[in-house]
Structure formats: C-alpha cells, structure tokens
Nanobody
Framework: QVQLVESGGGLVQPGGSLRLSCAAS????????MGWYRQAPGKQRELVAA???????NYADSVKGRFTISRDNAKNTVYLQMNSLKPEDTAVYYC?????????WGQGTQVTVSS
C-alpha cells in the first residue's frame, strides 16, 4: 500500500524559512514524478512545485525564486525548501505524484506564516 507522509510544517514569521519532507512507502518513487501541492482556506488545492525522476523541476509563478523542490530517490523522500515566506503561503501542504492521484493524498502539513 502506497502511503505519503508529510512533515516539517509550522508557524513562521514573514521572511522566514521552512523545509518540508515527504516520505513515501512502496515503489512510488521509482515510477512517478512528484509534486507538492497546497490548499489555503476557501481555495482550491493547487500545484506548488513538481520534480521528475531525473530532477527536472517546475514551479508555480507565485513561488518561483523562493521555493526549491528536491528528491532523494535512495530515501524515497521529496523535499520542499521554502524561503522568504509570505502570509499568502499559509496553507496545508501535501505531496503527491505529478500529475496527482486521488488515492495518494495524505494528511498534509500545516504551514502558517504570520507575525
């Protein structure tokens, strides 16, 4: 059974940084590109960043230059380094395959950017 477990969220002041981690079970990392998604209150879930098995990346315009996605295939883990955080980055962050698959959503990790 494939399971994705996100961690690393928390409360941070504007301009601060956080690093999110997503540990995957199963063979998902050997097959799929991976993505980080987020959902703010009252908004639809959106793609933040994605990374292929070979390491090619793409980012939402709102996070370009501030966020960095990476993956460690040996550890079955994908990361999201978030710098220069803004209040509008506040959301629950999820990892999933890219494109996303409904059966792989985990619990997510809350990121709150506030002074």
């Amino acid at each position: 059974q494939v399971q994705l477990v996100e961690s690393g969220g928390g409360l941070v002041q504007p301009g601060g940084s956080l690093r999110l981690s997503c540990a995957a079970s199963g063979s998902i990392f050997n097959v799929y590109s991976m993505g980080w998604y987020r959902q703010a209150p009252g908004k639809q879930r959106e793609l933040v960043a994605a990374i292929t098995r070979g390491g090619n990346t793409n980012y939402a315009d709102s996070v370009k230059g501030r966020f960095t996605i990476s993956r460690d295939n040996a550890k079955n883990t994908v990361y999201l380094q978030m710098n220069s955080l803004k209040p509008e980055d506040t959301a629950v962050y999820y990892c999933n395959t890219y494109p996303r698959r409904a059966e792989y959503w985990g619990q997510g990790t809350q990121v709150t950017v506030s002074s």
